[in-house]
């Protein structure tokens, strides 16, 4: 049933860089994947959901105030896919972070855990 799975996650040391991969299955979509707007989302222990980056179907860009400068979200249409650049990470970007596809529906990822720790 998942229509979009997250990796790229792990333990990092702070000052550190991972990305993150979201893969979509077009074939689950009810349209094909380039007209959804993406976002990711992340959600640390005894916090909400917050959003992070976004991109849209027309790529056009969004940040949080937390991550502007340090994270690039990119999308590759050709391969279904969504990337999370995290450059400089803190320890306060620790979280799981989930992957979002919206048009007329919402489309969840099952979410990929991020620590960074000494």
């Known amino acids: 049933q998942a229509q979009l799975v997250e990796s790229g996650g792990g333990l990092v040391q702070p000052g550190g860089s991972l990305r993150l991969t979201c893969e979509a299955s077009?074939?689950?979509?009810?349209?094909?994947?380039?007209?959804?707007?993406m976002y990711w989302y992340r959600q640390a222990p005894g916090k909400g959901r917050e959003l992070v980056a976004s991109i849209s179907r027309d790529d056009k860009l969004t940040y949080s105030d937390s991550v502007k400068g340090r994270f690039t979200i990119s999308r590759d249409n050709a391969k279904n896919t969504l990337y999370l650049q995290m450059n400089g990470l803190k320890p306060e970007d620790t979280a799981v972070y989930y992957c979002?596809?919206?048009?007329?529906?919402?489309?969840w990822g099952q979410g990929t855990q991020v620590t960074v720790s000494p």
């Open positions: 077009s074939t689950i979509f009810t349209k094909i994947f380039v007209v959804y707007n």
């Open positions: 979002k596809a919206a048009s007329q529906y919402e489309y």
